[in-house]
C-alpha cells in the first residue's frame, strides 16, 4: 500500500432512545447513551494514536462533545447498514479501516495490527470476528460497494457471510483476533473487566452503582 489508511467509526449519535437499546433493562435509556458515549469516545481516542491519511466518524445524528479533535463527520447515507458501510468507504476513497462503536476494548496496538496486515502484498483485506457471530472492523485496499451485497447484517451469521462474500469477490482476506461486542448488560460488564482504565469501564461502574441503590429501593 502506498499511502497510510484512512480510519473510519460508524456510528450512531448516542441520544437516549436510539442508542443500545438492548442494554434496556437494566439501565435506563439515558444510562444506555451515557454507556454508548463512554464507547464512542474510548474508540475514537484510540484511532486518534494510529497514524492515518484521514479519520472519519460516519455519524446518524449529530455530533457532541465525544467527537475529538482531528476527526472529520460524514454523514452517514440512507439505506440499510450494507449500503451506510459501502458508503463510509466510499466517502474516504482509497486504503481504510473501519469498526464501529461497539468495542470499546479496541486498543492502539490491534489498530496498528490490521493496518499493517491490511498493507501486506498478498492481502486484500481484513476482517475482526466478534463473538456474537459479526464483525467488529473491517479493512479494504479500496472502496467497493460489492463487498457487503448480499450479507445479512446484524445476525449470528453477518461474519460467516462477508467472509464468503468477500472470496466470491475474489478477495485474499486476513483474520483478526476477535472480540466482544457490547450489545447487552452482560457484555457491557465483560467488556469492562477487559479493560479497566477506559471511560466505558468507568462509566460502567458507576452504573452498577445506581443499580444497587435501585435494587436496594424496590426490596
Not at 457491557?188 to 445506581?210: C, M, N, S
Amino acid at each position: 500500500m502506498s499511502r497510510k489508511p484512512a480510519l473510519l467509526v460508524i456510528a450512531k449519535a448516542p441520544r437516549p432512545g436510539r442508542v443500545k437499546t438492548r442494554l434496556c433493562p437494566p439501565c435506563t435509556p439515558v444510562e444506555a447513551a451515557a454507556l454508548a458515549a463512554a464507547a464512542l469516545a474510548d474508540t475514537l481516542a484510540v484511532l486518534a494514536r494510529v497514524p492515518a491519511r484521514r479519520r472519519v466518524v460516519a455519524l446518524e445524528g449529530p455530533p457532541g462533545p465525544w467527537l475529538a479533535p482531528g476527526f472529520d463527520v460524514v454523514p452517514q447515507v440512507s439505506g440499510d447498514l450494507s449500503a451506510r458501510l459501502a458508503g463510509a468507504f466510499e466517502a474516504v476513497r482509497g486504503p481504510a479501516f473501519l469498526v464501529g462503536m461497539d468495542t470499546p476494548q479496541l486498543s492502539v496496538e490491534l489498530v496498528a495490527y490490521a493496518i499493517a496486515t491490511l498493507a501486506e502484498r498478498d492481502t486484500d483485506a481484513v476482517l475482526g470476528p466478534a463473538a456474537d457471530g459479526g464483525w467488529w472492523g473491517i479493512g479494504l485496499k479500496r472502496s467497493d460497494a460489492r463487498v457487503f451485497d448480499q450479507v445479512e447484517m446484524s445476525t449470528d451469521r453477518t461474519h460467516d457471510q462477508q467472509v464468503a462474500r468477500l472470496a466470491e469477490l475474489g478477495y485474499r482476506t486476513r483474520a483478526l483476533p476477535s472480540l466482544r461486542d457490547v450489545d447487552h448488560f452482560g457484555d457491557a460488564l465483560a467488556v469492562a473487566d477487559l479493560a479497566p482504565t477506559t471511560r466505558f469501564a468507568q462509566a460502567v461502574a458507576g452504573l452498577e452503582v445506581r443499580l444497587r441503590a435501585r435494587a436496594a429501593a424496590t426490596t
